[in-house]
């Protein structure tokens, strides 16, 4: 039993002892808000990333439809929980997790009135060949082939949700997707094989070697060109917080800078961050990779920027820079 006196108005950020949770959660203490934290901390370390802002409730994921039951009074739900790997090869319990519990939320919302934000992603884009377009209408979404199981489940809720609106059926008063890009920063250390390119340059860096790159597997496109569109962990907490509070917001909106920038210039943004000269390395792309490896993103930005979010993101060098010389490069990298 979960055993929890919700005195205030609170909100629940369902994997906020995760990357973009932990950053998220740091933020809204930090503005006065309090927060019910749902996730797992484990036997490893992803309790370091709430370290310096111990949260007042930790509840996990078996708990939390118990605990919903009983409506509590909270300001939002944002739902960052997922099972995100790229690789991940569970179907049955990616889609129990991505999407079931995400339509649980949602309906849970739009019974109590409650905000809703939940994590989609840029994977939903597949190759990028039917574009970068936030288009909640059924017949965009359909045009979307996502190259992975963990894409494919995104994708598949973005779609549900498409369909409950077009059905007129009930929704959150105010709801939001938002489908991140390439996310880097600190707190992300416990995401194994998912953690950041800039994070696992700078550890090349530092062990001595050269920044290794993949060769492009794309015919007429030179090794390092592949492109992302790369954002910093503090210009996609400043929209999470806007999309928290703006008006008559709900939709699916991009969350990346609307500026692709190549692995090249991510490499060189580390070397110049860690004050040396670029050395990179070029070495052959993985065969389970191969036709699966994304060679452009960018998010188109304009519906964020309508609804009226005016953030200055931060360029890539600044980011990791900021990165590597507050976080990485300190003995505390913690958040």
């Known amino acids: 039993m979960v055993h929890l006196h919700i005195s205030t108005r609170m909100i629940l950020v369902t994997g906020g002892a995760g990357f973009i949770g932990s950053n998220l959660h740091a933020a809204l203490r930090a503005s006065g808000r309090d927060c019910i934290i749902v996730d797992w901390l484990g036997h490893e370390q992803k309790w370091r990333n709430l370290r310096h802002t111990p949260p007042s409730r930790v509840i996990t994921p078996p708990q939390l439809a118990e605990f919903l039951s009983r409506a509590p009074r909270l300001e939002a739900v944002i739902h960052l929980g997922a099972i995100s790997e790229t690789t991940a090869t569970d179907g049955d319990l990616v889609w129990q997790t991505n999407v079931e519990l995400s339509q649980q939320l949602w309906h849970w919302c739009a019974a109590h009135g409650t905000r809703f934000i939940y994590a989609s992603s840029a994977a939903t884009y597949g190759n990028g060949a039917a574009g970068f377009a936030d288009d909640m209408s059924i017949p965009a979404l359909q045009k979307l082939q996502p190259l992975n199981l963990y894409g494919w489940s995104k994708h598949a809720f973005d779609l549900?949700?498409?369909?409950?609106?077009?059905?007129?059926?009930?929704?959150?008063?105010?709801?939001?997707?938002?489908?991140?890009?390439?996310?880097?920063?600190?707190?992300?250390?416990?995401?194994?094989?998912?953690?950041?390119?800039?994070?696992?340059?700078?550890?090349?860096?530092?062990?001595?070697?050269?920044?290794?790159?993949?060769?492009?597997?794309?015919?007429?496109?030179?090794?390092?060109?592949?492109?992302?569109?790369?954002?910093?962990?503090?210009?996609?907490?400043?929209?999470?917080?806007?999309?928290?509070?703006?008006?008559?917001?709900?939709?699916?909106?991009?969350?990346?800078?609307?500026?692709?920038?190549?692995?090249?210039?991510?490499?060189?943004?580390?070397?110049?961050?860690?004050?040396?000269?670029?050395?990179?390395?070029?070495?052959?792309?993985?065969?389970?990779?191969?036709?699966?490896?994304?060679?452009?993103?960018?998010?188109?930005?304009?519906?964020?920027?309508?609804?009226?979010?005016?953030?200055?993101?931060?360029?890539?060098?600044?980011?990791?820079?900021s990165y590597i010389q507050n976080f990485l490069r300190q003995e505390d990298m913690y958040r």
């Open 160 to 321: 549900w949700v498409a369909g409950q609106i077009e059905a007129g059926a009930p929704t959150p008063p105010a709801w939001a997707g938002v489908k991140f890009f390439n996310v880097y920063g600190p707190n992300e250390y416990h995401k194994g094989k998912m953690i950041s390119v800039v994070k696992v340059k700078h550890d090349e860096i530092i062990a001595g070697g050269p920044v290794r790159l993949f060769k492009s597997d794309q015919p007429g496109l030179p090794d390092g060109a592949q492109q992302r569109d790369f954002i910093y962990i503090d210009d996609v907490i400043a929209a999470l917080l806007f999309l928290l509070t703006a008006p008559g917001i709900s939709g699916l909106y991009n969350l990346g800078t609307g500026l692709a920038r190549t692995y090249a210039d991510l490499a060189r943004a580390v070397c110049a961050a860690n004050g040396l000269a670029p050395n990179i390395e070029y070495i052959d792309m993985p065969a389970n990779l191969r036709g699966q490896y994304q060679s452009f993103t960018q998010a188109p930005m304009h519906r964020l920027r309508a609804a009226g979010f005016n953030h200055q993101f931060q360029t890539l060098e600044q980011g990791v820079g």
